[in-house]
């Protein structure tokens, strides 16, 4: 039987898996539900018509939404590295290699399945530089009779998607992505009538319906939240894992390079190149994470040592991000070390939260917000970005090791990027958008939505406090605290003003100051403030001159 060639829906956008509740429940049953929906299994043999299914560089997963609706029998997949994408910021050189060797991989995966694969490469004469132009240039040279996509996970992407189907003149069916844990109408279904948008909450519902560290309805353990047992201060001479190296292929070679002739001028070390390229290399990371850096990922979460860049963390989000690994499976993997004795409950939790909780909510916060959440700036912040943030030239040390790390690795952890560059930019007033901007691009994992909640909402404030309930803003001595960096410093972090103090302490109380309107009034920043009213007027002062001289020097 013939499936008709009619437009699947009013815009051209159909939701096959858009039904309300939690991915994990439906998932296996989704695909076949989905596809009864709206096809009985030969629409692409339709009148000898081929359907293309699009894959973006971040949809690297066999189970994707249209793979699952499409037959390799009568269908075209495209994937295409252009310059749009490498450029709509300026990526660093280790995450432009990463993404094209992973497509290019995957590529090879799906031939490997039995998929025809178009592959258009960068250097391709013909490549037109954008995901619209050469979705257009394929319906035009192939004999496409519709388009079947997955939604792309990013706004300014999927816009671009909403205007195919009028541009191509076939049908284009855009299917939702079902690798999340919540769906977007989930996450909308939750927030709905909420004042607060707090992620606990939220991370407590996907508990109960994912079963995940769940004893019947009880959390394991009986609490939802180790924190306490958790983020423990550094400790020097600790045995810290290897993370898990890979070493470069031909396909990955002939990458590096691509990316060294053409993005010459671009932030980043390109090589050592380390990242795992394929679906084996991110399972073997894994599995390395699990045994060797699970146990202490608790105890060490918020810890900074100079020379340890990874410490236990599981340098996993590059590849989860890109579709290399399930969300759902490494929470449950993390799960059953637990289960099997091999990793404290207190350090299983703080994982599944981050991924289960914060992962979640903040693609939930993104597609709850967008388009407007991109233009929020709350706090009024103007200043340009500093230009060590590329350089790395600054005598602060924390600064200086952060930007050195991330220039080397497209790699830092959450508390080196919240606490120190984050912070740094949010006591000096930095405008959020170009502080948004330069973590899309320096960061492996780096797409917008995830790095746009996190920067904009949880870093700068920006979006005054819809993803937390107070600014993420400290003195040195947090910083002082929870790394050795300090020790290695020209400023003293003990010293509060003047010319050899810690710009942290003085920026820090006049952000505050500066602030004072918006924040005045946050419930949680009560004690703060009654300490700064304490301060002798003298010190207020000395607060204000030092951070205008130093905050003139940036520019
Ligand atoms: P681990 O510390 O080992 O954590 C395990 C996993 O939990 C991560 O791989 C990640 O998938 C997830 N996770 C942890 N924290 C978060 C979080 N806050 N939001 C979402 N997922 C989280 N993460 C990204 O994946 N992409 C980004 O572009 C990104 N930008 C960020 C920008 C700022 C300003 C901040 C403060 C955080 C940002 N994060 C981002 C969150 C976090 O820093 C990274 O997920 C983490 O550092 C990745 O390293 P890891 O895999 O070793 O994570
Ligand atoms: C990040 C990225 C880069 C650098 N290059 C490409 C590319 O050339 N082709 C492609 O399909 N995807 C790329 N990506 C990932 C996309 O930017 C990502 O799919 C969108 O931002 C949607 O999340
Ligand atoms: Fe950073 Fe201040 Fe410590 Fe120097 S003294 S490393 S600027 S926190």
């Known amino acids: 039987m013939l499936a008709p060639l009619a437009p699947l829906g009013p815009v051209g956008v159909r939701r096959m898996f858009g039904k309300t509740g939690c991915s994990v429940t439906g998932r296996s049953g989704r695909a076949q539900g989905g596809l009864s929906d709206w096809d009985d299994g030969t629409m692409c043999s339709a009148m000898q018509l081929m359907t293309l299914v699009p894959i973006l560089g971040d949809q690297l997963s066999p189970g994707l939404s249209a793979l699952r609706a499409a037959d390799p ?46 592959y258009v490469t960068l250097d391709d004469p013909a490549n037109s530089g954008s995901l619209s ?134 932030f980043g070390d390109i090589r050592p190149f380390w990242f795992g390229v394929t679906r084996g290399d991110a399972e073997a990371a894994l599995a390395r994470f699990l045994r060797a850096g699970l146990p202490r990922f608790g105890d060490f979460q918020d810890a900074m040592l100079r020379g340890e860049k990874f410490l236990f963390h599981a340098v996993i989000a590059q590849y989860l991000n890109c579709g290399l690994l ?13 289960r099997a004795g091999r990793a404290p409950l207190a350090a299983v939790e703080g994982f599944v939260r981050q991924i289960l909780g914060w992962r979640e909510y903040v693609r939930g916060i993104y597609w709850l917000k967008m388009p407007e959440y991109l233009e929020q700036n709350a706090l009024g912040a103007v200043r340009d970005l500093p230009g060590f943030y590329w350089s790395g030239e600054t005598a602060m040390a924390c600064v200086a090791a952060v930007v050195k790390q991330t220039r080397e690795e497209a790699y830092a952890h959450h508390i080196q990027r919240l606490m120190v560059t984050g912070n740094f930019a949010l006591l000096a007033g930095v405008d959020p958008k170009q502080v948004h901007e330069w973590y899309l691009a320096v960061y492996a994992d780096a797409y917008e939505w995830v790095e746009l909640p996190n920067t904009l909402g949880m870093s700068q404030f920006a979006d005054g406090g819809v993803l937390a309930s107070k600014p993420y803003a400290a003195s040195g001595a947090y910083i002082d605290r929870m790394s050795d960096y300090c020790g290695g410093c020209r400023f003293d972090v003990k010293v509060k003003n003047g010319a050899g103090a810690c710009p942290f302490n003085y920026l820090y109380w006049d952000f505050l100051a500066r602030n004072r309107g918006v924040l005045g009034r946050n419930p949680r920043l009560g004690p703060v403030w009654r300490t700064y009213d304490g301060l002798p007027e003298a010190r207020k002062a000395a607060i204000a001159a030092d951070a205008a001289g130093f905050l003139a020097g940036l520019a």
Request: net charge neutral; glycine share 8%; hydrophobic share 50%.
């Open 73 to 118: 029998g009568s269908c075209v997949v495209l994937m295409a590295e252009v310059a749009e994408e490498a450029g709509y910021v300026a990526h660093h050189r280790k995450k432009l290699a990463f993404v094209f060797s992973a497509m290019r991989h995957f590529a090879q995966e799906l031939r490997g399945l039995g998929w025809r694969v178009e």
């Open 133 to 266: 132009g050469e979705v257009a240039r394929a319906v035009a040279r192939l004999s496409i009779g519709r388009v079947v996509a997955t939604m792309a996970a990013e706004w300014r992407v999927l816009d671009a998607m909403r205007g195919w189907e009028a541009a191509l003149g076939v049908p284009v069916a855009l299917l939702e992505d079902g690798r999340f844990v919540c769906s977007e109408a989930r996450f909308a279904a939750w927030a709905r009538g909420k004042k607060q948008l707090r992620m606990e909450f939220f991370y407590r519902e996907m508990r109960r319906e994912t079963g995940l560290l769940m004893e019947g309805e009880e959390p394991a353990g009986g609490q939802w939240n180790f924190d306490a047992e958790n983020r423990k201060p550094p400790k020097k001479g600790v045995a810290v894992p290897e993370v898990a190296r890979f070493a470069p292929d031909a396909v990955t070679e002939a990458v590096l390079a691509l990316v060294e002739r053409r993005f010459a001028d671009r």
């Open 326 to 338: 399930d969300p759902l499976a490494v929470c449950r993997a993390a799960e059953a070390e637990w």
